[in-house]
């Protein structure tokens, strides 16, 4: 009968203390631990072409513009006053402004009055724009893979 010592790379302390057959003879077997070294390394495996490209294209957009317009009307009053009006009076959007005429008795005669009426006008146009447009055009290529 043969005794047989296992060593281990862990366990150097117990290297004194080996078992001994009757023979006088002892066998080592060594144990072997397998271990993974996993390294990554950057593998270029394909390529991108991109392509940008800017377009004009004119469209047209319908607008709604305002603006003011004033009439001016002459109304006629001939009305004799004792005092002079206020020199320029406003009823809602129109401005009236008194005309005035001293006569030989002195006394005032208001002639007419000048009505200014203000008013809003919205007119539809069509107006020309130029839009721009980008366009984005990505080309994939494959570098070093076989076709299976």
């Known amino acids: 009968m ?11 302390s117990k290297k004194e203390n080996k078992p001994v057959g009757k023979s006088g003879h002892s066998i ?15 593998v270029e495996s394909g390529r991108l ?5 800017v377009q004009e294209q004119e469209e ?9 317009e004033h ?5 006629p009053v001939n009305q004799y006053v004792d005092t002079p009006p206020p020199a320029v009076r406003y009823e809602g959007n129109t401005t009236i402004i008194p005309v005035l005429r001293e006569v030989v008795e002195v006394r005032l005669l208001i002639v007419e009055e000048i009505h200014i009426t203000k008013k809003q006008v919205q007119t539809q146009v069509n ?7 980008e ?4 080309d994939h290529q494959n570098i070093g893979q076989a076709d299976n």
Do not use: M, W, Y
Request: hydrophobic content about 45%.
């Open 60 to 68: 047209f957009i319908n607008l709604s513009l305002t603006h003011e």
């Open 71 to 75: 009439q001016v009307e002459r109304v």
């Open 49 to 53: 072409r991109i392509t940008k490209s």
């Open 127 to 133: 107006q020309p724009v130029t839009l721009l447009k």
């Open 28 to 42: 080592v077997i060594p144990v072997v631990e397998e271990q993974a070294h996993i390294q990554k390394q950057v």
């Open 135 to 138: 366009e984005v055009k990505v």
């Open 2 to 12: 043969i005794d047989i010592a296992i060593e281990s790379g862990a366990d150097e």
